[in-house]
């Protein structure tokens, strides 16, 4: 018999399938091609009676394997899951990069979600309880024994009776430090209105000249006793955190120690605050930390899963952002120094004092305005290039803002509808 026309049955998770054995040597080193070789009956389950291979596999998968062999276009069913398949092609010794291109994007769109989901769902659950996992001691010391306990009365306000009480209390300090905050503005604002020009404009009138804290002492001890309760709280926290890496690696936690100084230099330094206002004014900038405190909020109440969901979207696009933002500082360079030169080139001398670009540093600033379709429009173009050239630059803007935006809605949907599964899960488990 021509070689050619010589048949194979094999026999896959009880479904026969016979070809020839020209169709099996087509890809030469896989499995399939090694069951055309004279001492393939020894080496695999074969069957002299019904002359027949057999192989407990999937029999819907082979046919799509067995397909490929006879069309060399490997394709897949809809329903199947990408481990499965990448499983199934590895014990036949085929490469998953065969695959054609309609069925791989149609595996990746499907699969990439819930893939994408469990890395969201260990980092959301790594982010909950990194910090509570004590670590394994070896010695019975008095801080070996309290530091769970204290650590999540501290951190967990959920954890116990007490820890709700201590949540409640920390609370209240948050709250009123940021009134606080809110009263001494108005004072400090009076303060430097007084000694320094505010805005450019050296006519203002107060006849306060004393440091605001001497107007309103009250204000700087309420402060002081807010801030004595979050140093207190702080060293708690910190003493007794497992991992003290982790913990000061915390956004949150940062802007809490940061928080903690304004208060303690303004004690010590207060005939230099008096001799230089701007200090002053220095310390107020950095009391804009206290606003941060608000997030603890957060803590009392279970974060939304929309906003949870939301975060980690934007932690996955970060490089995205990232390429973004160069793009747009480009743009903002070039058409800010274009504009600047084609306004002072292209002005008439009688529209001279009209010139609304006098400054390179205002066309930066034009351009970002522009480029971000804000257009304020306190400052225009006056010459036909200057016009084209602002036409350009929106034109730019819009395309470089509205392009990524497909890209975020795409990941924030698979994330969430993902997020939403494993919700069900939890709630039929828990049913």
Same mark, same amino acid.
């Given at each position: 018999m021509d070689g050619s026309k010589e048949k194979i049955i094999l026999n896959v998770g009880g479904i026969r399938h016979e070809t020839y054995c020209s169709t099996l040597r087509t890809f030469p080193?896989?499995?399939?091609?090694?069951?055309?070789?004279?001492?393939?009956?020894?080496?695999?389950?074969?069957?002299?009676?019904?002359? !027949?291979?057999?192989?407990?596999?999937?029999?819907?998968?082979?046919?799509?394997?067995?397909?490929?062999?006879?069309?060399?276009?490997?394709?897949?069913?809809?329903?199947?899951?990408?481990?499965?398949? !990448? !499983?199934?092609?590895?014990?036949? !010794?085929?490469?998953?990069?065969?695959?054609?291109?309609?069925?791989?994007?149609?595996?990746?769109?499907?699969?990439?979600?819930?893939?994408?989901?469990?890395?969201?769902?260990?980092?959301?659950?790594?982010?909950?309880?990194?910090?509570?996992?004590?670590?394994?001691r070896r010695d019975f010391s008095w801080r070996a024994r309290w530091q769970p306990k204290i650590w999540s009365i501290f951190e967990k306000p959920f954890s116990s009776l007490s820890a709700k009480c201590l949540a409640i209390i920390s609370l209240l300090f948050i709250i009123g430090i940021v009134i606080i905050f809110c009263e001494e503005t108005k004072a400090q604002y009076e303060y430097s209105a007084a000694n320094l020009t505010i805005f450019g404009h050296s006519n203002v009138i107060h006849s306060i000249h004393e440091p605001y804290y001497h107007q309103a002492p009250y204000l700087l001890h309420l402060e002081l006793f807010c801030v004595l309760w979050f140093t207190f709280e702080f060293s708690m926290r910190f003493f007794f955190c497992p991992d003290k890496k982790k913990f000061l690696r915390n956004p949150l936690n940062v802007a809490d120690f940061l928080s903690l100084f304004p208060v303690y230099i303004e004690l010590?330094?207060?005939?230099?605050?008096?001799?230089?206002?701007?200090?002053?004014?220095?310390?107020?900038?950095?009391?804009?930390?206290?606003?941060?405190?608000?997030?603890?909020?957060?803590?009392?109440?279970?974060?939304?899963?929309?906003?949870?969901?939301?975060?980690?979207?934007?932690?996955?696009?970060?490089?995205?952002?990232?390429?973004?933002?160069?793009?747009?500082?480009?743009?903002?360079?070039?058409?800010?120094?274009?504009?600047f030169y084609s306004e002072l080139l292209g002005i008439h001398s009688s529209y001279r004092a009209d010139l609304h670009f006098t400054d390179i540093n205002i066309c930066f600033w034009w351009a970002l305005i522009t480029l971000t379709t804000v257009g304020y429009g306190d400052i225009i173009p006056l010459t036909i290039f200057g016009q084209v050239m602002a036409a350009f630059a929106a034109i730019f803007g819009m395309l470089t803002i509205i392009i990524p935006i497909p890209i975020f809605l795409v990941k924030f949907k698979g994330y969430y509808a993902t997020a939403i599964t494993k919700q069900k899960l939890k709630m039929s488990k828990k049913q």
């Open positions: 080193g896989t499995k399939l091609c090694s069951l055309t070789e004279p001492n393939a009956s020894t080496l695999y389950d074969y069957n002299p009676t019904t002359k !027949e291979f057999f192989f407990d596999r999937s029999a819907q998968l082979f046919g799509y394997v067995l397909s490929y062999y006879r069309t060399k276009h490997l394709h897949c069913p809809v329903d199947t899951c990408r481990s499965v398949l !990448e !499983e199934e092609l590895a014990f036949w !010794e085929i490469s998953d990069a065969q695959l054609a291109p309609c069925c791989w994007l149609k595996l990746t769109n499907k699969d990439s979600q819930p893939e994408e989901f469990n890395v969201w769902d260990e980092n959301e659950h790594a982010d909950d309880q990194c910090l509570i996992v004590q670590v394994e010590f330094t207060a005939e230099q605050i008096q001799k230089m206002p701007s200090l002053a004014l220095w310390l107020g900038f950095v009391r804009v930390v206290y606003l941060l405190k608000l997030l603890k909020i957060f803590k009392l109440i279970e974060t939304p899963l929309i906003l949870r969901v939301l975060s980690y979207t934007l932690k996955s696009i970060i490089r995205e952002i990232c390429f973004l933002l160069m793009i747009l500082a480009f743009e903002t360079l070039f058409f800010g120094s274009l504009f």
